[in-house]
């Protein structure tokens, strides 16, 4: 049993990689990226929120949009859902911490039912989203409040 382990984490390789640009992607079925010694892990957020469902659940709070995530052991990717919330938004920001990271904030663009992929380092993510409505000129952008914070565990 222990030898048959072994096999598996040796089989699939670590990549760290560098942030691809946002994306939109169809949601995912019930055996992408699962191959023999393969998993798939879903986000949570430890701190509550309210599950919408989904595939994977996504997680929101009142006026806010939803998050979701799944990492995908052998291709060594995470998929970041978010959307819902398209009351004039112009964009989303995401704030994100990386595996023994600080948090990050990016921005990323509009849509129904959006998705980001990017390649996974080996560790513990956390994410958090809120949808904006770009100012005009010399104006801050208006945003809702932060999603709930989603957990996303990459080992």
Request: glycine letters at 14%.
């Amino acid at each position: 049993m222990v030898r048959r382990a072994a096999t598996v984490a040796a089989s699939c390789a670590v990549a760290v990689g560098v942030m691809t640009a946002p994306g939109a992607g169809a949601a995912p079925t019930a055996t992408e990226g699962v191959t023999q010694g393969c998993y798939q892990r879903d986000g949570y957020p430890p701190g509550g929120g309210r599950n919408i469902g989904g595939y994977p659940a996504k997680y929101k709070w009142d006026f806010t949009p939803y998050i979701g995530a799944r990492y995908y052991s052998c291709g060594r990717y995470v998929k970041l859902y978010y959307g819902g919330y398209s009351t004039n938004t112009t964009h989303y920001n995401v704030r994100w911490a990386p595996p023994g990271g600080s948090w990050r904030q990016s921005e990323l663009r509009a849509g129904a039912d959006m998705v980001w992929t990017f390649d996974a380092a080996y560790g513990d993510y956390n994410f958090s989203v809120q949808a904006c409505n770009r100012g005009g000129t010399f104006e801050r952008s208006r945003c809702t409040n932060w999603s709930p914070q989603l957990y996303l565990n990459t080992r």
